[in-house]
């Protein structure tokens, strides 16, 4: 069964450093997300992507956060200048029709 | 107005009961209804999904019951097993947006053996 793919499964970085955070969707899925989910939080929409553009995106996802699809195949999210407060989990969902499906996630941790 | 609001927060059951969890939600444009079950360090994983024209949807041990009028949602799962011990939660979305889907506060169900 298909299923959505994240690399890698923890990233640990300094504040103020770089981090760019990897998904394979889908192969036939359309529409992109990322989502967070800080430690025993519920899950937060980050953004969408449809069209090789952003479609939406929420108040959490400031300039500091960049998304990319650079092939057919990889979906980034990229987070300039880490914060502490940007330690969470960061999940990847896909969907063609109605049913997002998500991948295992990746553990950013910032210290 | 986005927001949906799930309970309760946790849930105990005995193996072979009944796990019932609620979902309200105030947007009247939402149009898809799904729940999630996330166990420890993972993904949330799709577990069962409805829209608004039909008033349940059962699939296997799983039921989700939907009143529109009320704006409220439930998941009911028959026959609770311990495997089943994992973090419920409720979403909604609408086709009007980029479907992106507005997340419940989850519910820690335990299962005892």
């Known amino acids: 069964e298909p299923e959505v793919t994240q690399t890698p499964s923890h990233q640990v970085t300094q504040m103020g450093q770089e981090v760019i955070l990897r998904c394979v969707p889908i192969?036939?899925?359309?529409?992109f997300y990322w989502y967070r989910q800080i430690l025993g939080q519920k899950v937060e929409f980050l953004v969408s992507?449809?069209?090789?553009?952003?479609?939406?995106k929420s108040e959490i996802f400031d300039d500091q956060f960049s998304v990319e699809r650079p092939d057919g195949s990889n979906f980034t999210l990229k987070i300039r200048s880490t914060k502490l407060e940007d330690s969470a989990m960061y999940f990847c969902?896909?969907?063609?029709?109605?049913?997002?499906?998500f991948g295992p996630g990746t553990r950013l941790t910032v210290t | 107005q986005q927001q949906v609001k799930q309970s309760p927060q946790s849930l105990i059951v005995q193996k072979g009961g009944i796990s019932i969890i609620n979902c309200a939600y105030e947007?009247?444009?939402?149009?898809?209804f799904p729940w999630y079950q996330q166990f420890p360090g993972k993904g949330p994983a799709l577990l069962i999904a409805?829209?608004?024209?039909?008033s349940e949807k059962k699939e296997g041990r799983f039921t989700i019951s939907f009143n529109k009028s009320a704006k409220q949602f439930s998941l009911h799962i028959m026959d609770s097993q311990p495997g089943d011990s994992a973090t419920y939660f409720c979403?909604?979305?609408?086709?009007?947006?980029?479907?992106?889907?507005?997340f419940g506060s989850g519910t820690q169900l335990t299962v005892l053996p």
């Open positions: 409805i829209r608004p024209d039909v």
């Open positions: 992507f449809y069209n090789n553009e952003i479609s939406e």
């Open positions: 969902a896909s969907h063609r029709a109605y049913e997002q499906y």
């Open positions: 192969s036939n899925h359309l529409y």
């Open positions: 979403a909604a979305s609408n086709s009007g947006s980029a479907r992106q889907l507005t």
């Open positions: 947007n009247t444009a939402f149009d898809y």
